[in-house]
């Protein structure tokens, strides 16, 4: 019985999950009230004198950021003090696998929209199939194309070209994800220093990346005309690569945690699953990244 | 048996069990948090019920009597919200939390603390959904709450959506949280904690169903989210996914929706199946008929359901072709469908059958549930739907698959897994009296539906013509004396809870095999700390 008692690790009781769900609450409230005060539409106001939402949302993310702190503070002093074992290592590596798929359904929502538009919605606007009346009667003007540059109702944006910044990204990308590889394996193998010679160039390409896209979005916003309110081009542009680049972001902080925790000297070949986790992430955010770069900058 | 009594005290001992208000807040422990998300389903069951009976009590008859038609659009909206995100999914969630790690021979889920989060989301994302109708109510001026229906389509939703739309946009976010969190929590706990010599063909259907219950979550939940998220932006930033003006479509709602939609009824109907596996053989004592195929069945059921989402929307004006594939993948449903019913009718051919209470709603399941998919065969035919799109017809098959088939088997398992939950075991005369009353007044309540369906009554209406009168009338008292058998059920459960009734022994049906009977009533706070020996 003793032997087979350690296969089994139940964690003990803990408050975070409820501190957790109390953050999720407020950020949830607080955002619906800041986005109606803060935004223009129609009637849409709830109270206009109301501006406690900015509020609500800021202590629900300081919040939500001191939970997550706490939170993996005792998983991770758990794991160090080796309560953890193989069956639970094996729970979390699947479970992070089950996340990521979660992800990649999120994000082939978004691009299953961006196939509907540019295949369906934009040629039957245009009178294509048997829409010729829907596209006399509605807006007579208009020209089917994509990228959609003048919407039915005649607002106008210009193309963001794909080989600009866009292929910069793409290369940054990747090489992150191969020196992303290297840092790995360095850890693998136990050589601490290219460990953390690697792991610090991956971040600071993922840093790159991130204002490279912030520069884009300037261009795009004050050069090309394109913004979220240029009609559909525009709405799934910034769609998609709006939310890779929150994963992006997420991931860049997950390798810069892990960065910190390789210097405390947290991990061991053999014990190394956050580390794991992260460049799991970190390939899954380079690949939608690729099938991005081909179907919303090139093709 | 005493040796695994004995153990567990022994081992009480060392993994004390909390004690007072921390002891659910802080919980890790699957039964713990199954018996909270029992309670809370149980709970937004009577809000949801409630408002049905609003409805109801509004369309007893012709003419405009109890609420306005703004806030009955309201009441239709949030039940349907509430019944499917707040009763269904949490009443099968808290199943799966009590019953798989006793099924599989694991201590606990994979993940516990996850778990604990997953389940406290959901108190929290409905006081902000209740919250808007309880405003709409009571509050100053009457904001309203979301009043586009359960579908939530655009543009009555982004366009002409009152403010508390993005109040429940940012809830659907919360609950869609909770639930990947819960269904990857399944995946990994039946993959990863199985004891030795449990192989995934010897699990019991229920945990199979469950495990394909648990991707079908992970796969769509993320594409709800992404829809409400376009929701939102088109709300407030400019986006025009859904507005045809700036080149989107208000039918790309509508795929996007029902994308997530159509799963997400299997989602609510699939752990239905696996309860409905484990009683029937129990109380006909013999062996589930065709296991592998049962198995099959749920697994094709589930990779088609992703290929049927536009069944629901042959009226927008699809080509064709199009019209023409989601119907034959619908009809094709029935296949696996059909499959197990005939397991479920083979396995009682020639059993040793007794009618405890378990058997009872398992059995009235099996039948009210055909009733409901034969209507959603009728529904899934082309032209014949362009006559039934969104009458009465289509709400009498849904409440038939979910109310007499889901509902009904959630109180099969109730019945069937109380005494080892409780200890005790349920009143036979309240559920005797919950069961005949439930299962008269349900066809009460919902046959005459298809009556008025056909004949031409909408639904999502506050008003209807004269000659809908007496069916209305009729299926009104089928729904109070409905909600009010209901009561008897609370009964039920309270008495158990307060352990008031006969003791139950550790394998109280003589016919119920697994795991979770090897165990004593009630089942200990810790059971299998060590893993069980199967054969």
Redesign the interface.
Known sequence: ?AE??S??Y?????????F???G??L???G??NF??QS?Q??Q???RADGTWGQYVLMAGVLWMIATMFF?WRDTIKESLTGLHNE??S???R??MI??I???V??F???F??LF??RW???P??GGA??NAMTHEL?WPGFQAMWP?TT???G?TTQVMGAWGLPAINTAILIVSSITLTIAHHALIVGERGRLILFQGITILLGLFFLSLQVYEYYHAYHELGL???A??????F??LTGFHGIHVSMGTLMLIVCFFRILKGHFTKENHFVYEASAWYWHFVDVVWLFLFVVVYWL | MTAVAA?HDHHDDH?HA?HGL??W?????HKDIGTLYLWFSFAMFMVGGFMALVIRAELMYPGMQVVDPEFFNQMTTVHGLIMVFGAVMPATVGLANWMIPLMIG???M?????N??SF??L???F??LIGSVLMSAFGEGN?SAPNFGWTFYAPLST?Y???S???F???V??MG?SS?MG???V???V???RAPGMTMMKMPLFVWAWLITAFLL??????L???VT?M??D???????FD??????PV?FQ??FW?FGHPEVYIMILPSFGIVSAIIPAFARKPLFGYASMVYATASIALLSFVVWAHHMFTVGM?LAGTLFFMYMTMLISVPTGVKVFNWVATMWRGSLTFELPMKWALAFVVLFTCGGLSGLMLALTPVDFQYHDTYFVVAHFHYVLVSGAIFSIFAAAYYWLPKWSGVMPNTFLGELHFWNSLLSVNLLFFPMHFVGLAGMPRRYADYALQFADYNWWISVGAFWFGISQLLFVAVCVLCAMKKGKKAEAAPWDGAEGLEWTVPSPAPF?TF???PVIK
Do not use: C
């Not at chain 2, 807040?25 to 422990?29: A, D, K, P, R, V």
């Open positions: 019985m087979n008692s296969k089994y139940v964690p003990e009781s803990s408050p975070w999950p409820l957790g769900s109390i999720l609450f950020i949830a409230i955002a619906a986005i109606q935004t539409f129609g849409n106001t709830l939170w069956q639970l094996g729970s979390y699947q479970g089950w996340f798929f979660s992800e359904m999120f082939g929502a978004l299953g929209a509907y538009a369906l919605i934009i039957w606007l199939g048997n509605l959609l919407t039915p109702d607002r913004t979220l309110e009609g559909i081009y525009g709405s799934l910034f769609f | 153990h993994h909390p921390k002891r807040l802080f919980s890790t422990n694991a201590p606990d994979a993940l516990p603390r996850m604990n989060w406290w989301i108190p929290f994302a006081t902000i904001p366009k959506g009152p403010a739309t993005d109040l946009i940012l809830s976010h919360m949280i990947i269904a990857i929590n995946i990994v706990t993959l990863n904690m992970v796969a769509v939940m993320p594409v989210a992404g829809a376009m939102l932006t709300r407030h930033f400019g986006t025009s996914f045809a003006a700036g080149g989107g479509d790309l795929h996007i994308f080509p810790h700390d060590t893993p």
